[in-house]
């Protein structure tokens, strides 16, 4: 198992390219089922999820390869199940359950199981398909549904859900008739699976929005598109420029989308603007205090939270951070006191009080962002910190501890 070793405390000058959004590649490769011709994804991130789910295509028989950023898709005779020995190491397995029904009208897929982060449940995905004709039962771990063909209806969620909204997304593009999503999750990730579709072919209005229509089409075809810049990367980088006192120019960042993010870290202190070749973010000043609430967009995403918590920790004053959308995602905190912050909690919501120093320790990450809080504060500690159990770090981040490196960052990976 590999661990990176961290010596902080270098302000981190330079250049880095974002990658290609994790996040919106994961729908797009799933909706890949539904279509009756190849098709080119380029701007696809090297990421442990992606290669997972690229395997999962290809039991499923939509035969895929990964080459330089590049998936190529080439549709086949489809199976409909979905092995519990790969959904259990990715919950966005469960992405496939509304396309395979749309093409196959069955679907086996594996029940995903909770995660560090909180339960997570798949029942508005369900309730959103039967609505539209299918139906369901549970048996051994497995979701099995079943239909004849499913038709468009009017679905209103009980609360934006970003799956369940990209689930109902992929079945409703080749159902019957229309389909409307009321109170729809209106992430950036989600206008970008519905432009790709619609570059397939599909008939959608209203993403970004609450309100989604789509008009069922009976195929979908070839198409080639590149994948949204990440924009959670792009923010965790930002967070590094201001936590170490450093200069960064982020090209391909995704800045309009990382309004929220952009408004908290200026009321911190820390300058951030676009210019005709990337988002240069630069922190020339003590950080100020400020308080978040994590919200879906267009509010501060909760993918940040654990980010920002670490800037925090070195910010004059208190801070208030409550956590609205999962309800265990403060695992990070007790690492981070580890290192010197001085943090409470009280169930949803953490307070930090600015310290003027964090010290290097051997910290546990628990999930992908909670990895990222930990190597942005070695960043900035005195001394060495090791950040182990960086497996969940490889799900979200392509290649961290080298585009760190490029900028000045004293890291390395090493095998435990």
């Known amino acids: 198992m590999d661990k990176l070793v961290i010596e902080g405390g270098v302000p981190l000058t330079g250049g880095i390219d974002i990658s290609g959004s994790k996040n919106a590649a994961l729908p797009i490769l799933f909706s890949c089922i539904l279509l009756s011709e190849s098709c080119t994804i380029n701007n696809v991130p090297n990421l442990r999820d992606i290669h997972t789910t690229i395997r999962l295509l290809n039991m499923l028989g939509c035969s895929c390869f990964y080459e330089e950023h590049c998936v190529h898709v080439q549709p086949g005779a489809l199976v409909p199940e979905a092995p519990y020995d790969l959904v259990r190491t990715m919950r966005a397995s469960v992405l496939c359950l509304g396309p395979l029904l749309s093409r196959l009208g069955k679907a086996r897929v594996a029940l995903p199981g909770g995660c560090a982060i909180g339960a997570r449940p798949v029942d508005q995905h369900l309730k959103g398909l039967e609505l539209m004709g299918a139906s369901f039962q549970l048996e051994g771990g497995y979701i099995l549904g079943h239909c004849r063909r499913l038709k468009g209806t009017h679905v209103s969620f009980d609360m934006p859900t970003v799956g369940g909204t990209e689930n109902l997304l992929m079945a409703a593009s080749l159902a019957e008739g229309e389909t409307v999503l009321e109170n729809a999750a209106r992430e950036p990730e989600i206008v970008d699976l519905a432009n790709f579709l619609c570059a397939c072919g599909a008939n959608i209005t209203g993403h970004g929005t609450s309100v989604i229509r789509i008009q069922g089409v009976t195929s979908l075809h070839h198409a080639q598109y590149a994948v949204m810049p990440d924009r959670i990367e792009a923010g965790t980088f930002i967070v590094a420029a201001g936590i170490t006192g450093g200069e960064l120019l982020l090209r391909n960042c995704p800045f309009h989308e990382l309004e929220a993010v952009v408004r908290k870290l200026r009321s911190m202190g820390m300058e951030i603007s676009a210019t005709p070749v990337g988002v240069l973010a630069r922190c020339t000043g003590p950080m100020r205090a400020t308080d978040v609430r994590t919200q879906p967009f267009p509010g501060f995403p909760t993918d940040m939270q654990a980010q920002i918590m670490a800037l925090m920790c070195l910010a004059e004053g208190a801070s208030v951070v409550e956590e ?11 690492e981070l006191m580890r290192m010197g912050a001085q943090i409470k909690v009280s169930g949803h919501t953490a307070m930090v009080r600015g310290v003027r120093q964090l010290t290097g320790a051997p910290v546990m990450a628990s999930d992908l962002r909670a990895s990222a809080s930990l190597v942005l504060a070695g960043l900035a ?36």
């Open 324 to 334: 609205s959308i999962f309800e265990n995602r403060f695992m990070h905190v007790l």
């Open 381 to 416: 500690a005195r001394g060495v910190t090791d950040v182990r159990r960086i497996y969940h770090l490889d799900r979200g981040y392509e290649q961290i501890e080298h585009k760190l490196t490029a900028v000045g960052a004293r890291i390395r990976r090493v095998q435990e």
